[in-house]
């Protein structure tokens, strides 16, 4: 039986998965049998690779859309404490959750989402996607099988 690649569920990337994945997989093999992101870069700078048009060239370009990236890390990383007084143990929740409103998708405070009927149910549809596609990723680890099991009977109430 052969490997055959794809893009995960929601994924952006506007290349051929089998293409990329074996070359992917030969950049691997290569480097001693470390895929690292450093030698993807180096593979995808020649215009003959497959992975090449997936990358931004133009530095100025490359520079906005890093930082573009890095202010998404730092949406993504801050908390909020909820915890309802100083004795009780901290209660970390994301300060922000990113929710689609008028065909835009963008972050908003999860106190506000989570008090709107509609995000609220953006947010809970998008964290049971991110539950599935982690029990995907997991999927042959039997060590969960009960996680799995709890999965389902949450899914079913």
């Known amino acids: 039986m052969g490997v055959r690649y794809a893009w995960k569920p929601g994924s952006r990337i506007n290349l051929d998965a089998e293409k990329a994945g074996r070359e ?3 950049i691997r093999k290569q480097s001693g049998g470390a895929l690292t992101q450093e030698a993807v870069v180096e593979r995808a700078r020649s215009a003959n690779s497959v992975l090449h048009s ?15 990236s890095q202010a998404g890390d730092l949406i993504r990383a801050i908390v909020i404490d909820v915890s309802r007084s100083n004795v009780e143990e901290s209660k970390l929740l994301r300060a922000f959750v990113n929710v689609e409103q008028k065909g835009q998708r963008h972050y908003t405070s999860t106190v506000v989402a989570l008090s709107d009927i509609d995000l609220r149910a953006q947010v809970l549809r998008r964290a049971w996607e991110e539950l599935e596609a982690w029990r995907q990723r997991h999927a042959e680890l039997v060590e969960f099988a009960r996680v799995f099991s709890a999965i389902d009977e949450t899914k079913r109430a």
């Open 24 to 26: 992917l997989e030969d």
């Open 54 to 68: 997936h990358f931004t060239w133009e530095d100025a370009e490359a520079a906005e859309k890093w930082r573009l």
